[in-house]
């Protein structure tokens, strides 16, 4: 009688384990690991506001908002200011600021060359960004 040595009992018990599918997905594994892990270092920017608690910064207005009247009357966050004044008011203003945005608010009764004038003068004082809020928007706005 002969006695079976073990591999030869698994061979014929059909118990063989293939590990090829298990390296396969193990491989995939690690790929998606590895590619999730480099989307997770992406991020937004983001402006923060200043620390408000130190006592050497003083907060700033969120937006800024340029309003043009029928009668030629230009404001600034509610302060009267001249046209002619208006580029140099605008650098004092938006020196300190990361967000360089102006909302321009300009009676439709204006001509174009008027409101360009304006757009003009914030673009030469450093603004990034112009926000033009329309006579609709504003109604909209108030319902």
């Known amino acids: 009688m002969r006695h079976h040595s073990a591999a030869e009992r698994k061979s014929q018990s059909g118990v063989d ?3 090829t599918p298990l390296i396969d997905v193990l ?23 200043p620390d408000t608690r130190s006592p ?11 309003e043009y009247t029928a ?10 200011i001249a046209l002619p004044d208006l580029e140099r008011r605008l650098r004092e203003i938006y020196a300190p600021r990361n967000d360089k945005t102006i909302f321009i608010a300009g009676a439709a009764s204006l001509p174009y060359g008027a409101i360009v004038e304006v757009m003009d003068a914030a673009k030469g004082a450093g603004v990034q960004r112009l926000g033009i809020i ?7 706005a108030q319902d």
């Open 17 to 19: 384990l293939n590990v």
């Open 27 to 49: 491989l995939v594994l690690l790929v998606i690991f590895m590619a999730t892990v480099q989307l997770k270092d992406q991020g937004i920017d983001a402006n923060l506001p």
């Open 56 to 66: 050497d910064i003083v907060a700033l207005p969120a937006q800024i908002m340029l």
């Open 71 to 80: 009668d030629r009357r230009l404001t600034v966050n509610h302060q009267d």
């Open 134 to 140: 329309t006579e609709g928007m504003r109604r909209s």
